[in-house]
């Protein structure tokens, strides 16, 4: 029988992530040469090639990949070790680490963590503002223990790493300026996007959110003019407030500004979905599961 060795394993399933040897050795603070020689005498204990020269770089063989299915059996089991073993040893008492996008901190995090300090105060959460990628690269690499992020930036429900957690469906408002005719309801009971298709749109020029603006906008029977683009919420509320344009705004990301209307819209509302995700197995932790209860209690109100 095969003695396999977890770091081992490990260092493969991360240079299946990373895609070079070079990549995998910073990502776990090991040399190139240090990684060679351990993927290498893996393929020695298991007997099979695990990798193949491709141009100047290496990539996984087939049996690299059977070997890696197998073996997120065995790290989802670690995890869920870890999980029981920290129950047993800490009670409610733990420390979980996250990761979460801007918007998602003061909405989200914030009141969970206040919350927290009520309920759980044996808990302690050490947040880590970041996007989608850096987030889920942190999770992968136990940097923390959960990510909150936007469903269409997360990894896919079949992704074997992680746990999905829907926690929210954040609707979409129009950010009108103060004096537009349709910023207050007496201008139309109910605001429907058609209404704006004459406008100039306010969004950023690629990425979830633009393609979030476009979706919104082509559902409702129209293709948004782009007026001006911008990525933070703070640069694009000044712009509508300045009448250059106007803006899907999430109801999360909202900032009072004098000069800015918030109107809600008509079925159908868009929204997007905010989600959080751990190492499979994870969810199992009494902190982190906490953790989640208190994002969830927020989500709801």
């Known amino acids: 029988m095969v003695e396999w060795d977890i770091r081992k394993l490990q260092i493969l399933r991360t240079l299946r992530e990373r895609g070079t040897v070079t990549a995998t050795a910073e990502a776990l603070r090991m040399t190139p040469s240090a990684v060679s020689q351990q993927l290498t005498n893996l393929a020695k204990q298991v007997g099979v090639p695990l990798l193949e020269a491709h141009g100047r770089r290496v990539r996984l063989t087939d049996a690299a990949r059977l070997v890696l299915r197998h073996a997120e059996a065995v790290f989802e089991q670690l995890e869920r070790a870890d999980a029981e073993l920290a129950a047993y040893a800490h009670g409610e008492v733990g420390e979980v680490r996250m990761a979460a996008f801007s918007t998602a901190v003061p909405a989200?995090?914030?009141?969970?963590?206040?919350?927290?300090?009520?309920?759980?105060?044996?808990?302690a959460v050490r947040v880590r503002e970041a996007e989608a990628g850096e987030a889920y690269e942190l999770l992968a690499a136990g940097e923390v223990d959960l990510a909150l992020s936007l469903?269409?930036?997360?990894?896919?429900?079949?992704?074997?790493?992680?746990?999905?957690?829907?926690?929210?469906?954040?609707?979409l408002?129009?950010?009108?300026?103060?004096?537009?005719?349709?910023?207050?309801?007496?201008?139309?009971?109910?605001?429907?996007?058609?209404?704006?298709?004459?406008?100039?749109?306010?969004?950023?020029?690629?990425?979830?959110?633009?393609?979030?603006?476009r979706g919104a906008c082509e559902a409702a029977g129209f293709s948004p003019r782009q007026g001006h683009s911008a990525a933070g919420w703070t640069a694009i509320l000044a712009m509508v407030e300045a009448g250059m344009g106007v803006a899907l705004v999430p109801r999360m990301a909202a900032v009072g500004r004098s000069g800015v209307a918030m109107r809600e819209v008509g079925e159908p509302r868009p929204v997007r979905h905010v989600v959080?995700?751990?190492?499979?197995?994870?969810?199992?932790s009494p902190a982190v599961g906490r953790v989640l209860d208190a994002l969830r209690t927020v989500a709801a109100t």
């Open 108 to 123: 989200l995090v914030v009141p969970a963590v206040r919350a927290l300090r009520k309920t759980a105060p044996g808990v």
């Open 151 to 171: 469903a269409a930036q997360a990894p896919t429900v079949g992704d074997a790493r992680f746990t999905r957690v829907p926690l929210l469906a954040d609707p």
């Open 173 to 213: 408002d129009v950010a009108l300026p103060k004096e537009h005719g349709l910023a207050t309801p007496e201008g139309r009971q109910r605001l429907r996007l058609a209404d704006l298709a004459g406008e100039d749109w306010i969004f950023g020029g690629s990425g979830p959110w633009s393609d979030i603006t």
């Open 276 to 284: 959080a995700a751990v190492r499979r197995g994870g969810e199992d």
